[in-house]
C-alpha cells in the first residue's frame, strides 16, 4: 500500500477555446516527472497523451479537468469535460475522423489523429461518453522494469 | 570524473547580483556567499552568462596564443564568423592573412570544412539515414541542452561531426603527410567565437578525443587581426571556401546550404527551449530539419565575437547569396571514403538526467511533494535575492538541502515580524507584583 507521500496528484483546469494555456499542463507534467526520475519515453508517453487531451477539451467541450494520479510505477491520467459528448466512439477512435469545425483545421488542428494518439501512448486506455453530458477517459501508463 | 567547464566565474568581479541566475536557461547558477556558483553537471557552456554579466564576472577559459610555441607546426582553423567580424571593404583574404601573421604556418578554413559536412548531410538525407526531425549537432550547446532537457530527442542529433574537428583532422592528416612530422608536433588552433566549442574540444560529444590542440578566442586577437591588416595586393591567396560553408557562421545557413524547404532554424536559448518541446511532444510533423543555436543570429553571436551579431550575420548573408548554394571544390575530386570515416560519430550520447531529485523514484515523489508544499507558502515573486532564480527553484533546493525558507527575505521578515510582535506582547506583561502596586496607587 502507498502512504499519501509516495504518490502525486496533479490537477489541471482546462478552459475550452482557450488556445494560448493549452499545453501547460503537458510541459508542467514533464517537469515534474523529470524531477521524479521517470524514464524519458515515459516521460513522452505522458506528455503527448496529456497534451491532447488538453486540445481535445480545449477544442471539442465546453471545459473539463485533467487529473493525474503518479505513483512510483504508475501514471493514470483521468480527463473529465463538460460537453457535447461522442456519438459513435469507434468512429471517433479512427485516424483522421474529427468533428472539428474549419477554422480550427485552419489552425493545423483537429485533424484526427488525438484520441488515437492517446490511445497509442497508453498502456490502458478507457472512453466513456454520454451525449448531451460529456466525455471522461481513463489512461494508464505503466513502467516495465 | 571531473567534467571541464570553458564558462567559469572570475571571483574578483562578481559582485553577487542576479542577472546571470535569471537568464540561465539550465537554472545551473545560484548566488552563495555573495558570489555566483555555476553548478557543473548543469551547465551546458552556452555563455549566455557571460552576456547578461553587467560587470564581466563571467568569463570563457580560452587558450593564448603562447600555446604555439609548444608546436613545431602551427595551423589555425579559423571559424566562419570572423569573417562577419569585420567591415566588408576588408576581404576575407586580409583577414587570413593577418591570422597567419600572428604566428601560424597554415590557415585551414573551418567554412571549407563545413562545406563538405554539408554534403556528408545531404547524402544521408537522401539515402533516408536520419531520423525526421533530423536535428542538427552544429551548436554544442544546443547538444548539450538537448542531453540535459530533451533526451526523447537524442536519437534525432544528425551523429556527424562539427566543421571544426573535421577541418582538424583533415589539415592534421594533410601536413603529416606532406611534411613527414609526427602528429604530435602539429599544433590545430580554432579560432572561436564560442565558449561551448573549448568544452567540445575538452569534453568532445560523439568522439573520444579531439584534434584540436587549442582554442583562442575570437575577441582576445581581434585588436592584433585589426593591426596586422595589409594591403590586398599584398596578400598571399589564403581564401578558399565559399559562402555555403561560411553561411553555416548565421543561424540558418546550415539549412540554406542543405537547400532544404522544410526546415526550421530557431536562435537564442529561450526561444530553441521552445521549439525542442514542441518537437518533443511530436507537434510538428513537418518538420524535416532542424537547426538550434543557443547564440542569437547564430555563431556570429557567440559570447567571445566583438561586432554586433545582426551586422555580423548582415555580412555573413551577403557571402552566401553571392555564393548561390555552388561549393568550392568539384564533388568528383574529394576522397569520400575519407572524409566520411573522419566524419563519423563514434561514441553514443546520453541523457543527462540533472534534474532529477533522487535517483530512488519514492524518495524522489516523496520530495515532490515536499516541494510543492513548500513552494505554495512562497512569495512567487521570483526576485532572486534568496540566490535561486525562482521561488521553484529555491523550494527544489531545499528539498534537495541546498538551501533553506529563510533564504527568502520575505520569509524571513515574515518570521521576524511574528518574532517582534511576540516580543511587543511579552513586553506588555506585566509582573504580578509591579501590577499589584500601580493597582493600589
Same mark, same amino acid.
Given at each position: 500500500?502507498?502512504?499519501?507521500?509516495?504518490?502525486?496528484?496533479?490537477?489541471?483546469?482546462?478552459?475550452?477555446?482557450?488556445?494560448?494555456?493549452?499545453?501547460?499542463?503537458?510541459?508542467?507534467?514533464?517537469?515534474?516527472?523529470?524531477?521524479?526520475?521517470?524514464?524519458?519515453?515515459?516521460?513522452?508517453?505522458?506528455?503527448?497523451?496529456?497534451?491532447?487531451?488538453?486540445?481535445?477539451?480545449?477544442?471539442?467541450?465546453?471545459?473539463?479537468?485533467?487529473?493525474?494520479?503518479?505513483?512510483?510505477?504508475?501514471?493514470?491520467?483521468?480527463?473529465? =469535460?463538460?460537453?457535447?459528448?461522442?456519438?459513435?466512439?469507434?468512429?471517433?477512435?479512427?485516424?483522421?475522423?474529427?468533428?472539428?469545425?474549419?477554422?480550427?483545421?485552419?489552425?493545423?488542428?483537429?485533424?484526427?489523429?488525438?484520441?488515437?494518439?492517446?490511445?497509442?501512448?497508453?498502456?490502458?486506455?478507457?472512453?466513456?461518453?454520454?451525449?448531451?453530458?460529456?466525455?471522461?477517459?481513463?489512461?494508464?501508463?505503466?513502467?516495465?522494469? | 570524473?571531473?567534467?571541464?567547464?570553458?564558462?567559469?566565474?572570475?571571483?574578483?568581479?562578481?559582485?553577487?547580483?542576479?542577472?546571470?541566475?535569471?537568464?540561465?536557461?539550465?537554472?545551473?547558477?545560484?548566488?552563495?556567499?555573495?558570489?555566483?556558483?555555476?553548478?557543473?553537471?548543469?551547465?551546458?557552456?552556452?555563455?549566455?552568462?557571460?552576456?547578461?554579466?553587467?560587470?564581466?564576472?563571467?568569463?570563457?577559459?580560452?587558450?593564448? &596564443?603562447?600555446?604555439?610555441?609548444?608546436?613545431?607546426?602551427?595551423?589555425?582553423?579559423?571559424?566562419?564568423?570572423?569573417?562577419?567580424?569585420? @567591415?566588408?571593404?576588408?576581404?576575407?583574404?586580409?583577414?587570413?592573412?593577418?591570422?597567419?601573421?600572428?604566428?601560424?604556418?597554415?590557415?585551414?578554413?573551418?567554412?571549407?570544412?563545413?562545406?563538405?559536412?554539408?554534403?556528408?548531410?545531404?547524402?544521408?538525407?537522401? @539515402?533516408?539515414? *536520419?531520423?525526421?526531425?533530423?536535428?542538427?549537432?552544429?551548436?554544442?550547446?544546443?547538444?548539450? /541542452?538537448?542531453?540535459?532537457?530533451?533526451?526523447?530527442?537524442?536519437?534525432?542529433?544528425?551523429?556527424?561531426?562539427?566543421?571544426?574537428?573535421?577541418?582538424?583532422?583533415?589539415?592534421?592528416?594533410?601536413?603529416?603527410?606532406?611534411?613527414?612530422?609526427?602528429?604530435?608536433?602539429?599544433?590545430?588552433?580554432?579560432?572561436?567565437?564560442?565558449?561551448?566549442?573549448?568544452?567540445?574540444?575538452?569534453?568532445?560529444?560523439?568522439?573520444?578525443?579531439?584534434?584540436?590542440?587549442?582554442?583562442?578566442?575570437?575577441?582576445?586577437?581581434?585588436?592584433? /587581426?585589426?593591426?596586422? &591588416?595589409?594591403?590586398? =595586393?599584398?596578400?598571399?591567396?589564403?581564401?578558399?571556401?565559399?559562402?555555403?560553408?561560411?553561411?553555416?557562421?548565421?543561424?540558418?545557413?546550415?539549412? /540554406?546550404?542543405? @537547400? /532544404?524547404?522544410?526546415?526550421?532554424?530557431?536562435?537564442?536559448?529561450?526561444?530553441?527551449?521552445?521549439?525542442?518541446?514542441?518537437?518533443?511532444?511530436?507537434?510538428?510533423?513537418?518538420?524535416?530539419?532542424?537547426?538550434?543555436?543557443?547564440?542569437?543570429?547564430?555563431?556570429?553571436?557567440?559570447?567571445?565575437?566583438?561586432?554586433?551579431?545582426?551586422?555580423?550575420?548582415?555580412?555573413?548573408?551577403?557571402?552566401?547569396? @553571392?555564393?548561390?548554394?555552388?561549393?568550392?571544390?568539384?564533388?568528383?575530386?574529394?576522397?569520400? %571514403?575519407?572524409?566520411?570515416?573522419?566524419?563519423?560519430?563514434?561514441?553514443?550520447?546520453?541523457?543527462?538526467?540533472?534534474?532529477?531529485? =533522487?535517483?530512488?523514484?519514492?524518495?524522489?515523489?516523496?520530495?515532490?511533494?515536499?516541494?510543492?508544499?513548500?513552494?505554495?507558502? *512562497?512569495?512567487?515573486?521570483?526576485?532572486?535575492?534568496?540566490?535561486?532564480?525562482?521561488?521553484?527553484? &529555491?523550494?527544489?533546493?531545499?528539498?534537495?538541502?541546498?538551501?533553506?525558507?529563510?533564504?527568502?527575505?520575505?520569509?524571513?521578515?515574515?518570521?521576524?515580524?511574528?518574532? %517582534?510582535?511576540?516580543?511587543?506582547?511579552?513586553?506588555?506583561?506585566?509582573?504580578?507584583?509591579?501590577?499589584?502596586?500601580?493597582?493600589?496607587?
Amino acid at each position: 500500500m502507498e502512504t499519501a507521500n509516495n504518490n502525486l496528484t496533479m490537477e489541471f483546469t482546462i478552459t475550452a477555446g482557450d488556445f494560448s494555456t493549452a499545453g501547460k499542463a503537458a510541459s508542467e507534467v514533464k517537469r515534474i516527472l523529470g524531477q521524479i526520475g521517470f524514464p524519458p519515453a515515459i516521460i513522452r508517453r505522458v506528455a503527448v497523451a496529456t497534451y491532447e487531451a488538453e486540445m481535445n477539451i480545449v477544442i471539442h467541450s465546453f471545459g473539463g479537468k485533467i487529473t493525474l494520479f503518479i505513483t512510483p510505477r504508475k501514471i493514470n491520467i483521468l480527463c473529465e =469535460d463538460n460537453g457535447p459528448g461522442i456519438a459513435d466512439i469507434d468512429l471517433a477512435m479512427q485516424e483522421g475522423f474529427s468533428t472539428a469545425p474549419d477554422k480550427i483545421r485552419e489552425l493545423g488542428f483537429g485533424a484526427g489523429m488525438g484520441l488515437p494518439n492517446i490511445k497509442r501512448c497508453s498502456d490502458e486506455f478507457k472512453i466513456y461518453s454520454e451525449v448531451g453530458k460529456g466525455t471522461k477517459l481513463e489512461i494508464s501508463i505503466k513502467l516495465v522494469e | 570524473m571531473g567534467y571541464f567547464h570553458s564558462v567559469t566565474l572570475d571571483r574578483e568581479k562578481c559582485k553577487g547580483c542576479t542577472n546571470c541566475i535569471k537568464y540561465c536557461p539550465t537554472e545551473a547558477i545560484r548566488v552563495r556567499d555573495g558570489k555566483a556558483v555555476i553548478i557543473d553537471e548543469r551547465c551546458i557552456d552556452c555563455g549566455e552568462c557571460i552576456r547578461r554579466c553587467p560587470h564581466q564576472a563571467k568569463k570563457a577559459v580560452t587558450d593564448s &596564443l603562447d600555446l604555439l610555441s609548444n608546436y613545431q607546426v602551427k595551423v589555425a582553423i579559423p571559424a566562419p564568423s570572423l569573417y562577419g567580424q569585420f @567591415k566588408s571593404s576588408i576581404s576575407i583574404n586580409q583577414i587570413l592573412n593577418s591570422l597567419l601573421s600572428l604566428g601560424f604556418d597554415y590557415i585551414y578554413e573551418v567554412a571549407e570544412a563545413a562545406e563538405l559536412v554539408t554534403e556528408i548531410i545531404k547524402d544521408k538525407m537522401a @539515402k533516408g539515414e *536520419l531520423k525526421k526531425p533530423a536535428i542538427s549537432s552544429a551548436c554544442p550547446a544546443v547538444v548539450r /541542452l538537448i542531453q540535459v532537457k530533451f533526451p526523447e530527442l537524442l536519437e534525432n542529433i544528425i551523429q556527424v561531426e562539427s566543421p571544426m574537428e573535421i577541418a582538424a583532422r583533415i589539415v592534421k592528416d594533410k601536413l603529416r603527410k606532406d611534411l613527414q612530422v609526427d602528429s604530435g608536433k602539429i599544433g590545430v588552433f580554432f579560432i572561436s567565437p564560442c565558449a561551448a566549442k573549448v568544452t567540445s574540444v575538452k569534453n568532445p560529444l560523439g568522439v573520444k578525443k579531439s584534434y584540436v590542440d587549442g582554442v583562442i578566442s575570437i575577441s582576445t586577437i581581434y585588436a592584433r /587581426l585589426i593591426t596586422n &591588416l595589409i594591403a590586398r =595586393d599584398k596578400c598571399s591567396k589564403l581564401e578558399k571556401a565559399s559562402g555555403t560553408g561560411i553561411g553555416w557562421a548565421i543561424s540558418g545557413g546550415e539549412a /540554406l546550404a542543405l @537547400k /532544404l524547404d522544410n526546415y526550421l532554424a530557431v536562435d537564442g536559448s529561450e526561444n530553441v527551449i521552445k521549439v525542442l518541446e514542441e518537437l518533443e511532444m511530436g507537434k510538428l510533423p513537418d518538420v524535416e530539419f532542424f537547426e538550434g543555436q543557443a547564440c542569437v543570429c547564430g555563431c556570429v553571436g557567440g559570447p567571445l565575437t566583438i561586432e554586433n551579431s545582426y551586422v555580423a550575420k548582415k555580412r555573413i548573408r551577403y557571402l552566401v547569396e @553571392k555564393s548561390k548554394g555552388e561549393y568550392s571544390f568539384n564533388i568528383n575530386n574529394v576522397n569520400w %571514403a575519407d572524409i566520411n570515416l573522419k566524419a563519423q560519430w563514434t561514441e553514443k550520447l546520453t541523457p543527462r538526467e540533472v534534474m532529477k531529485l =533522487d535517483n530512488d523514484r519514492v524518495k524522489a515523489l516523496a520530495k515532490i511533494n515536499q516541494m510543492e508544499e513548500i513552494f505554495k507558502n *512562497l512569495p512567487g515573486l521570483d526576485c532572486g535575492s534568496c540566490g535561486a532564480p525562482s521561488c521553484r527553484a &529555491l523550494a527544489e533546493d531545499i528539498v534537495r538541502g541546498l538551501g533553506n525558507e529563510f533564504d527568502c527575505i520575505f520569509k524571513l521578515r515574515e518570521r521576524l515580524r511574528i518574532l %517582534a510582535e511576540s516580543m511587543l506582547e511579552l513586553s506588555n506583561k506585566v509582573p504580578p507584583s509591579i501590577g499589584r502596586r500601580e493597582d493600589k496607587s
